[in-house]
């Protein structure tokens, strides 16, 4: 039976304000283990650890949240920034969650690796994109322009945001050896972000798996499928071979991090690409029903990921 795991990004809510209820319900709804997510703070990650129900077997960095001298949350600094000073908080915030992640007997930590502009926020032209699919009236001419414009700003603002990523990266790599920690490079949600399929070869030459990987989050992969900005299938075509871990959630629209079930992900080529994986992490949101996330087991059974 392969393991699951379930992340603290469900844990988002006021009946689990305290850690260990979270971990209780995990353990109660048949998970094997949890994900510590970025949301997470230190004090409910302690509460987890000391409820001593599940194990936890990934970090998702930059965990535990904590807020920048800026008065930025640690997640929107870049790891692939242009800037030292940025860069270095960057990295430092990562160490810390690999550190987490040792001290706690940790396999993995998932990265996300920055993006190709100096803020978090998207491209305009991909606002404007997603604000027109999801009216359900969007213009397949306008669509095409905006989406070419995207893929213009990206080319040419790329590259030495992948140099500081891959410098980072390598930073990382030697901050988890000592821990026997895999890095797992997660596909994004957004289209700056860093990295696309291609790039991987860039920022992973030279490493095995056991260092860094391939971490695939297949809601990410949807959505930027059905803006039109990556093909589905290229992720695996890329990466499947170094594929160390996975984020599993349903996709509604361009809506992701729905229950397994409870959108419209073609569940075939998902386990085409990750049936050989021996664990997967649920990424579910907040706002799901217990049902959706009770019932993992038995849908992903249904579809023969399981």
Known sequence: MKALALSTMFAQQDRFAHGGDFARFAAEAGYDSIEVSHSTREETLR??????????????????WVQHHDGRGNSHLNLASTDPGER????????ASIEWAGRIGASSVVVHLGQVTGLPAMFPEEHRLRRLID????????????????????RSEAEPHLAAA???????????????????????????????PHEYDQLLA???PAQAGY?????????????????RHAWFAANGRRTIGAHIHDVSG??????????DVDWEY???????????TLEINQHEPDEGVRGVRAFLTSVGLV
Do not use: K
């Open 166 to 196: 891959r410098a980072s990266l390598l930073e990382l790599v030697r901050a988890a050896e000592p821990w026997r920690i895999a890095l797992g490079l997660e596909n994004r949600y957004h289209f700056h972000e860093i990295p696309l």
């Open 215 to 231: 971490w695939h989050d297949m809601g990410h992969a949807e959505v930027l499928h059905r803006l039109g900005f990556v093909d």
């Open 254 to 263: 361009i809506g992701d991090h729905r229950a397994p079930g409870r959108g």
């Open 88 to 95: 270095r908080a960057a990295v430092d915030y990562a160490r």
């Open 47 to 64: 509460q987890v650890l000391e409820a001593n129900v599940l194990p936890v077997t990934s970090v998702h960095q930059p965990a535990p």
């Open 206 to 208: 030279g490493l095995v």
């Open 270 to 280: 998902i386990v085409a690409g990750l049936g050989h994986l021996p664990r997967y």
């Open 135 to 154: 009216s359900g009236i969007a213009d397949d001419a306008q669509a095409a322009a905006l989406r070419h414009a995207a893929i213009a700003a990206r």
